[in-house]
């Protein structure tokens, strides 16, 4: 542990310390994803109460799935400059700090799920904790293969809030898991591109680590940009949203596309960081544009 940098912390910045540990970022986006996956399965009439319920469970097991991860990778953490400001690496938390909370906040969001929502919700909440932390985090300093593992439970979240809203899964379901799991290629691909010294330096196995030149890197990211296309119509072709939805996506998904494409003409740092961005903007409107559609018929 840092001790000079222990010492320049206080007691009254470990609150917010702890919001850092459920990295809020990707909870928003774990967030966003049920919200949708709720919405689309549901009826005319909206149970918002149900809703809400589902929203606070999975808003738990994600943020103590986040703060597990900080966990085990704490030492990792602090080799890389973007992760070193954490408040493990940092010092502002004891690694036993993290566990607990980490640990706590699963347990009562997937109890939470269970008694207030139904057993399929708190069973695929638990899943995507388990798969992320069981499989994807060890995996990153093993194989490159980690990112795709990883990116079954990063697509599980509109599964739990489509369970939440029907009681099972139908095929609209696995469309929104499909558009997801894909969507994570081009984005994490991207940061994985822009950080590859730092995950160089802990030792972590992303892609770009082992392939410098970038050739099966931007591969990864093209062909996952243009699987997206058509996997982002199947709602409409599906009858889940309508011809304003078909072609707004269509749009969507040619731009992010073409930045895609753009990033991968000069590789550099810059323009990876772009993609992330197209990345980050695309999945929330498409999602937004898809529950437009449905309001509006």
Do not use: C
Request: aromatic share 12%; net charge positive.
């Amino acid at each position: 542990m840092n001790t000079t940098r222990t010492a320049a912390y206080g007691s009254h910045d470990k609150p917010w310390a702890y919001v850092v540990l459920t990295k809020p970022d990707v909870t928003f986006l774990v967030v966003i994803t049920t919200v949708a996956g709720f919405y689309l399965a549901s009826p005319d009439h909206l149970d918002w109460a149900l809703m809400m319920h589902t929203l606070f469970g999975t808003m738990l097991v994600g943020a103590g799935t986040a703060a597990l991860n900080q966990y085990f990778e704490r030492e990792m953490d602090a080799h890389m400059r973007r992760t070193a400001a954490r408040p493990l690496p940092t010092g502002i938390l004891q690694p036993r700090d993290a566990l607990i909370f980490g640990i706590t906040t699963i347990v009562v969001g997937g109890a939470w799920l269970a008694l207030a929502v139904n057993w399929l919700a708190s069973l695929l909440a638990f899943s995507t904790s388990i798969l992320y932390l069981g499989l994807y985090t060890p995996l990153k300093t093993r194989t490159t293969w980690a990112t795709a593992i990883g990116a079954f439970p990063g697509a599980l979240p509109p599964l739990i809030g489509w369970a939440a809203a029907r009681g099972s899964l139908s095929a609209g379901a696995w469309v929104l898991f499909g558009i997801l799991f894909l969507w994570q290629f081009p984005h994490f691909m991207a940061i994985a591109w822009m950080y590859r010294e730092d995950y160089a330096r802990a030792g972590i196995r992303m892609l770009p680590v082992v392939d410098p030149s970038g050739d099966a890197t931007f591969a990864q990211i093209v062909g996952a940009s243009a699987m997206l296309v058509p996997m982002s119509l199947l709602p409409a072709v599906m009858g889940m949203a309508g011809i304003h939805y078909f072609f707004g996506a269509l749009v969507l998904g040619m731009i992010l596309l073409q930045v895609a494409l753009w990033a991968n003409r000069h590789r550099a740092n810059v323009r990876a960081k772009w993609l992330m961005h197209a990345t980050v903007a695309h999945i929330p409107i498409l999602l937004a544009w898809m529950i437009f559609d449905k309001v509006s018929r």
